[in-house]
Protein backbone atom coordinates (compact mmCIF):
# COMPACT_ATOMS: atom_id res chain seq x y z
CA UNK A 1 0.00 0.00 0.00
CA UNK A 2 1.37 2.91 -0.67
CA UNK A 3 1.34 5.27 2.65
CA UNK A 4 3.41 8.67 1.37
CA UNK A 5 2.46 11.50 0.08
CA UNK A 6 4.55 14.77 -1.29
CA UNK A 7 3.04 17.81 0.03
CA UNK A 8 4.37 21.03 -1.69
CA UNK A 9 3.81 24.26 0.49
CA UNK A 10 3.01 27.53 -1.02
CA UNK A 11 5.05 27.61 -3.92
CA UNK A 12 3.46 30.20 -5.43
CA UNK A 13 3.53 33.20 -7.59
CA UNK A 14 3.55 35.56 -5.03
CA UNK A 15 6.89 34.00 -3.03
CA UNK A 16 8.37 32.28 -6.03
CA UNK A 17 8.19 35.00 -8.92
CA UNK A 18 10.82 38.16 -9.26
CA UNK A 19 7.41 40.05 -9.55
CA UNK A 20 5.55 38.48 -6.62
CA UNK A 21 4.69 40.23 -3.77
CA UNK A 22 6.79 38.77 -1.00
CA UNK A 23 9.17 37.54 -3.49
CA UNK A 24 12.59 36.07 -2.28
CA UNK A 25 15.43 34.23 -4.05
CA UNK A 26 15.38 31.32 -2.21
CA UNK A 27 12.22 30.08 -3.26
CA UNK A 28 13.83 30.16 -7.06
CA UNK A 29 16.68 28.22 -5.63
CA UNK A 30 14.77 25.36 -4.80
CA UNK A 31 12.00 25.50 -7.00
CA UNK A 32 14.23 22.57 -9.79
CA UNK A 33 15.03 21.00 -6.17
CA UNK A 34 11.38 20.25 -6.27
CA UNK A 35 10.51 19.96 -9.38
CA UNK A 36 13.07 16.65 -8.92
CA UNK A 37 11.81 15.81 -5.67
CA UNK A 38 7.97 15.88 -7.64
CA UNK A 39 8.82 13.33 -10.47
CA UNK A 40 10.48 11.36 -8.49
CA UNK A 41 7.53 10.61 -6.50
CA UNK A 42 5.20 10.51 -9.25
CA UNK A 43 7.38 7.71 -10.77
CA UNK A 44 6.93 5.77 -7.91
CA UNK A 45 3.16 6.60 -6.96
CA UNK A 46 3.17 8.49 -4.27
CA UNK A 47 -0.04 11.12 -3.46
CA UNK A 48 1.01 14.98 -4.10
CA UNK A 49 -0.94 17.67 -2.85
CA UNK A 50 0.12 21.60 -3.12
CA UNK A 51 -0.73 23.98 -0.39
CA UNK A 52 -1.81 27.32 -1.83
CA UNK A 53 -1.72 30.32 0.31
CA UNK A 54 -5.07 32.22 -0.41
CA UNK A 55 -6.35 35.22 1.38
CA UNK A 56 -9.53 36.30 0.68
CA UNK A 57 -10.77 39.51 -1.26
CA UNK A 58 -12.16 42.37 0.27
CA UNK A 59 -12.91 40.42 3.54
CA UNK A 60 -12.32 40.56 7.09
CA UNK A 61 -9.04 38.53 8.03
CA UNK A 62 -6.87 40.05 11.36
CA UNK A 63 -4.37 37.75 10.63
CA UNK A 64 -3.75 38.82 6.82
CA UNK A 65 -4.27 42.22 7.27
CA UNK A 66 -1.27 42.66 10.03
CA UNK A 67 1.03 41.32 6.97
CA UNK A 68 2.50 42.43 3.86
CA UNK A 69 -0.75 42.14 1.12
CA UNK A 70 0.07 38.72 -0.73
CA UNK A 71 -1.47 35.90 -2.08
CA UNK A 72 -5.15 37.85 -2.21
CA UNK A 73 -7.27 35.37 -4.66
CA UNK A 74 -8.28 36.71 -7.96
CA UNK A 75 -4.80 37.54 -8.57
CA UNK A 76 -1.96 35.74 -10.59
CA UNK A 77 -0.27 35.72 -6.99
CA UNK A 78 -1.73 32.48 -5.98
CA UNK A 79 -1.03 30.40 -8.58
CA UNK A 80 1.23 27.51 -8.74
CA UNK A 81 4.33 28.68 -10.10
CA UNK A 82 4.53 27.23 -13.62
CA UNK A 83 7.63 25.01 -13.58
CA UNK A 84 5.87 22.37 -11.16
CA UNK A 85 2.79 21.21 -13.05
CA UNK A 86 -0.26 20.23 -11.01
CA UNK A 87 -1.44 16.40 -12.59
CA UNK A 88 -5.56 15.77 -12.06
CA UNK A 89 -5.05 13.26 -9.89
CA UNK A 90 -2.87 15.98 -7.72
CA UNK A 91 -5.14 17.68 -5.36
CA UNK A 92 -4.63 21.33 -4.70
CA UNK A 93 -5.71 22.92 -1.41
CA UNK A 94 -6.18 26.76 -0.08
CA UNK A 95 -5.28 27.59 3.12
CA UNK A 96 -5.59 30.73 4.71
CA UNK A 97 -2.66 30.26 7.89
CA UNK A 98 0.45 29.16 8.26
CA UNK A 99 -0.42 25.15 8.91
CA UNK A 100 -2.04 23.04 6.05
CA UNK A 101 -4.11 21.77 7.92
CA UNK A 102 -5.37 24.49 9.57
CA UNK A 103 -9.20 25.02 8.44
CA UNK A 104 -8.61 23.17 5.56
CA UNK A 105 -9.93 19.07 4.56
CA UNK A 106 -5.92 18.13 4.17
CA UNK A 107 -6.01 15.88 7.22
CA UNK A 108 -9.46 14.05 5.58
CA UNK A 109 -7.81 13.66 2.06
CA UNK A 110 -4.52 12.27 3.68
CA UNK A 111 -6.74 9.60 5.72
CA UNK A 112 -9.53 8.88 2.80
CA UNK A 113 -5.64 7.64 1.38
CA UNK A 114 -4.10 5.80 3.56
CA UNK A 115 -0.73 7.87 4.51
CA UNK A 116 1.27 7.83 7.31
CA UNK A 117 4.14 9.65 5.88
CA UNK A 118 3.94 13.02 4.67
CA UNK A 119 7.21 14.26 2.42
CA UNK A 120 6.83 18.44 3.09
CA UNK A 121 8.90 20.70 0.78
CA UNK A 122 8.02 24.52 -0.30
CA UNK A 123 8.31 27.63 1.74
CA UNK A 124 8.59 29.22 4.64
CA UNK A 125 10.68 26.77 6.73
CA UNK A 126 9.61 29.29 9.96
CA UNK A 127 6.16 29.76 9.37
CA UNK A 128 4.21 27.35 6.95
CA UNK A 129 6.91 24.76 6.95
CA UNK A 130 7.18 24.48 10.21
CA UNK A 131 3.47 24.93 11.13
CA UNK A 132 2.70 21.68 8.74
CA UNK A 133 5.01 19.79 10.45
CA UNK A 134 3.96 20.24 13.68
CA UNK A 135 0.54 19.42 12.60
CA UNK A 136 1.33 16.91 10.88
CA UNK A 137 3.25 15.70 14.23
CA UNK A 138 0.23 15.96 16.45
CA UNK A 139 -2.00 14.29 13.60
CA UNK A 140 0.50 11.14 14.40
CA UNK A 141 2.10 11.58 10.53
CA UNK A 142 5.85 10.88 10.32
CA UNK A 143 6.75 14.21 8.80
CA UNK A 144 9.43 13.88 6.65
CA UNK A 145 11.71 17.44 5.26
CA UNK A 146 13.95 17.38 2.59
CA UNK A 147 16.73 20.03 3.60
CA UNK A 148 17.52 21.01 0.10
CA UNK A 149 13.79 21.36 -0.65
CA UNK A 150 12.43 24.45 2.16
CA UNK A 151 14.07 27.89 2.31
CA UNK A 152 13.08 30.55 4.12
CA UNK A 153 14.44 34.21 3.73
CA UNK A 154 17.54 33.60 6.49
CA UNK A 155 19.59 30.52 6.28
CA UNK A 156 20.20 31.09 9.93
CA UNK A 157 16.25 30.56 10.47
CA UNK A 158 16.40 28.11 8.20
CA UNK A 159 19.06 25.73 9.84
CA UNK A 160 17.29 26.43 13.52
CA UNK A 161 13.61 25.81 12.11
CA UNK A 162 15.27 22.39 10.89
CA UNK A 163 17.21 21.41 13.74
CA UNK A 164 14.07 21.67 16.20
CA UNK A 165 12.21 19.57 13.11
CA UNK A 166 14.91 16.95 13.52
CA UNK A 167 14.95 16.76 17.04
CA UNK A 168 11.12 17.26 18.30
CA UNK A 169 8.76 16.64 15.46
CA UNK A 170 9.65 14.54 12.66
CA UNK A 171 12.49 13.73 10.08
CA UNK A 172 14.68 15.83 8.10
CA UNK A 173 16.96 14.53 5.32
CA UNK A 174 18.93 15.71 1.92
CA UNK A 175 17.56 14.59 -1.25
CA UNK A 176 20.37 11.82 -1.61
CA UNK A 177 19.02 10.16 1.49
CA UNK A 178 15.11 10.39 0.52
CA UNK A 179 16.22 9.29 -3.05
CA UNK A 180 17.51 6.26 -1.59
CA UNK A 181 14.63 5.29 0.91
CA UNK A 182 12.05 5.78 -1.43
CA UNK A 183 14.10 3.76 -4.17
CA UNK A 184 14.55 1.02 -1.44
CA UNK A 185 10.31 1.19 -0.64
CA UNK A 186 10.98 2.79 2.88
CA UNK A 187 8.86 5.82 1.86
Known amino acids: MNETALIIVDMV ?32 GKLVIFLQHCNRAGKPDEKAAAMRPNCVEGTSGIEIDPMLKVNPEDYVIRKRRYSGFFGTDLDLVLRENHIKNTVIVG ?26 CVATNSETVNE ?9 LGTVVDMKTFFEKLDNGEW
Open 13 to 44: KDFTDPDGLVFYPQNREILPRIVQVLEKCREK
Open 123 to 148: TKTNCCIRATVTDAFYLNYNPIVIRE
Open 160 to 168: VHLNDIQKY
